[in-house]
């Protein structure tokens, strides 16, 4: 597991640009936060970093949003629709192990579905600066390291 942090909507925007750079067709990305912790601003920059030309905004009453590109892009969230059983009739291992690239917000609450192949992040408020977040990532050892790598040099 690895630690950074934000100190701006643009960084953690930025971040997600990095983290687009290291995705392929078939990964998931689980995303865990509060309100307000940064996951769709981190989404923004992982779409616009895989050329994703639509406006991106949290699927919270749709539950997903789909976005085609080179390779398509799924943005999930399960704030309001948490029941695993819904999910699964919703076909949500079909996005899982599909073709797409698969964002899932509030994560959390159907973790039990989500592949142990997926990148996890955990974005926190820190409470000492209102823009800044702490965030952790866990995933593939060579994926965390080149992010850092990435991120560290920009």
Known sequence: MINLSS????ETERLGEIIATQLNRGDVVAFV???A???TTMIRGICRGLNIQQQIDSP???LVNEYPGKIPVYHM????ENRLEEWLELGVNEYFFGE???LVEWADTIMELIPDTAIRLWLDHNLDT???RQIRMEGPETVEERIVNLFKTQ
């Open 7 to 10: 100190s701006s909507a643009a």
């Open 60 to 62: 919270t009453y749709t």
């Open 100 to 102: 797409g690239i698969t």
């Open 33 to 35: 936060g509060d309100l």
């Open 37 to 39: 912790a940064g996951k």
């Open 130 to 132: 209102e823009d800044s």
């Open 77 to 80: 969230d399960c704030y309001r």
